[in-house]
């Protein structure tokens, strides 16, 4: 209940800054109502008062005027797709009062506020996966092809979760590699056949994590969108 009504205040400031005709001093006086209330309740209790004292300054403002403003920060919002502000500027042209306007405005910044996040999620995965291909190719004990085994488990991983999986498996066959090379002070290399076993092995066992890592639903996406 504490994080529905947390959500509850976020959406609700959001809203109250979305509003065109409160001044900074009274969207300020609302979202502090916000913090203050109890229950979601109470919180929509404050966004309708705010709405309708939004709505009774409307005046001369038309629906053309209200249009206009709200394709400007639709333009300006920096993480959607150009077919999505496309899609949006679409429908506010047929939009039909200033009730519908404002509200495509609210759904326009929950998607930029989305995509930003898919985005940044994105990011971190490449930057997990760059990181962990940089480590796997400075391992001193593994065959290049097993170092390919590993980077190409890595590159088809859906989540940092599993790179990070395939990562230890390198590194604990490397450590094993190292302490058998020690003890036999022999070569490194295999032979091939042995190397087409050895990189079986390795595809199979990794294959078998990143399954169990899916089954165990690591990491959850987007758990309550």
């Known amino acids: 209940?504490?994080?529905?009504?947390?959500?509850?205040?976020?959406?609700?400031?959001?809203?109250?800054?979305?509003?065109?005709?409160l001044t900074a001093e009274e969207k300020a006086a609302f979202k502090a109502a916000v913090d203050a209330a109890t229950t979601i309740p109470a919180v929509q209790a404050v966004v309708d008062e705010a709405?309708?004292?939004?709505?009774?300054?409307?005046?001369?403002?038309?629906?053309?005027?209200?249009?206009?403003a709200a394709k400007e920060v639709i333009q300006g919002l920096g993480n959607l797709s150009e077919a999505d502000k496309a899609a949006l500027l679409d429908r506010l042209a047929v939009a039909a009062d200033l009730a519908a306007v404002s509200a495509l405005v609210e759904e326009a910044?929950?998607?930029?506020?989305?995509?930003?996040?898919?985005?940044?999620?994105?990011?971190?995965?490449?930057?997990?996966?760059?990181?962990?291909?940089?480590?796997?190719?400075?391992?001193p004990h593994l065959s290049a092809s097993e170092k390919?085994?590993?980077?190409?488990?890595?590159?088809?991983?859906?989540?940092?979760?599993?790179v990070l999986a395939v990562l230890e498996i390198a590194r604990a066959?490397?450590?094993?590699?190292?302490?058998?090379?020690?003890?036999?002070?022999?070569?490194?290399?295999?032979?091939?056949t042995g190397q087409a076993d050895s990189n079986a092995i390795l595809s199979l066992a990794i294959a078998m994590i990143l399954?169990?890592?899916?089954?165990?639903?690591?990491?959850?996406k987007e758990d309550n969108r």
């Open 148 to 162: 390919q085994t590993y980077i190409n488990a890595i590159q088809s991983a859906q989540n940092v979760d599993a």
């Open 51 to 68: 709405r309708a004292l939004n709505d009774s300054r409307n005046g001369d403002k038309t629906l053309d005027a209200a249009k206009a």
């Open 211 to 220: 399954a169990s890592l899916a089954v165990l639903g690591l990491p959850r």
């Open 1 to 21: 209940r504490a994080a529905e009504l947390a959500r509850a205040k976020a959406d609700a400031k959001t809203v109250i800054d979305s509003l065109p005709n």
């Open 173 to 192: 066959n490397a450590a094993t590699a190292q302490v058998k090379a020690a003890k036999v002070q022999a070569s490194s290399s295999l032979p091939a």
């Open 109 to 139: 910044r929950r998607l930029d506020a989305q995509a930003a996040a898919a985005q940044a999620a994105a990011q971190a995965l490449a930057d997990a996966k760059k990181t962990a291909i940089d480590a796997i190719n400075q391992l």
